[in-house]
Nanobody, 128 residues
Framework: QVQLVESGGGLVQAGGSLRLSCAAS????????MGWFRQGPGKEREFVGL????????YLADAVADRFSISRDHAKNTVYLQMNTLKPEDTAVYYC?????????????????????WGQGTQVTVTS
């Protein structure tokens, strides 16, 4: 059973940066899309962004598109979420998730039900 392991969360002041990592336990594990989601206190889980296996194209939610970026290290089978200019409203548990199927456009990958494997989550807390 493949596992996704997130790391890099922590406590940061507003305006600061963090980089989250999501490593697959098996380097040969293939996925179609790797997504990032977050769930803030008292909120529903929301889509943050994704990266595609083929071509490494990325797509980010409007709320973070000008501050966050996603990249990958193919050799390590690790995906990164770089978060800059963090705001208190970015406080959440961040999850990575792997989708194994092609559902077409980025819109469909905004929904958590499209993902087959999930990490355990990493806490990000942004203080004002």
């Amino acid at each position: 059973q493949v596992q996704l392991v997130e790391s890099g969360g922590g406590l940061v002041q507003a305006g600061g940066s963090l980089r989250l990592s999501c490593a697959a336990s098996e380097r040969t594990f293939s996925w179609f899309v790797m997504g990032w989601f977050r769930q803030g206190p008292g909120k529903e889980r929301e889509f943050v962004g994704l990266i595609r296996w083929s071509g490494s194209a990325t797509y980010l939610a409007d709320a973070v598109a000008d501050r966050f970026s996603i990249s990958r290290d193919h050799a390590k089978n690790t995906v990164y979420l770089q978060m800059n200019t963090l705001k208190p409203e970015d406080t959440a548990v961040y999850y990575c998730a792997a989708a194994l199927r092609n559902y077409g456009g980025n819109y469909y990958y905004r929904f958590s039900g499209k993902y087959d494997y999930w990490g355990q989550g990493t806490q990000v807390t942004v203080t004002s």
